[in-house]
Nanobody, 114 residues
């Protein structure tokens, strides 16, 4: 299983980047996919989840600004982040629970700073 995240970098407050995570080695279409993030000195936290039926949940701290979606043909899950704030600075990870094991991507760093 491989999860390859991309789309991070240095962004200014208020910008709206989109993260992508391409999966391989799993039957992507039937799996619930998640995005987590870990800010400096903080624990990793769940940002959002999308089920195989495209039902999504977003954590309260980013609700209304972040959305999660998926493209099963491209085997990719997306995290659209709008109106970024400095407190959104973190390493963002995609995740899948596969055969009772947690699979993580390598993470992509998003730094929100002017």
């Amino acid at each position: 299983v491989q999860l390859q995240a991309s789309g991070g970098g240095l962004v200014q407050p208020g910008e709206s980047p989109r993260l992508s995570c391409k999966a391989s080695g799993i039957n992507f279409g039937i799996n619930t996919m998640d995005w987590y993030r870990q800010a400096p000195g903080q624990q990793r936290e769940l940002v959002g989840t999308i089920t195989s039926g495209r039902t999504t949940t977003i954590t309260d701290s980013v609700k209304g600004r972040f959305t999660i979606s998926r493209d099963n043909v491209k085997r990719t899950v997306f995290l659209q982040m709008n109106s970024l704030k400095p407190e959104d600075t973190a390493v963002y990870y995609c995740h899948v629970r596969y055969h009772n094991a947690d699979m993580w991507g390598q993470g992509t760093l998003v730094t929100v700073s002017s």
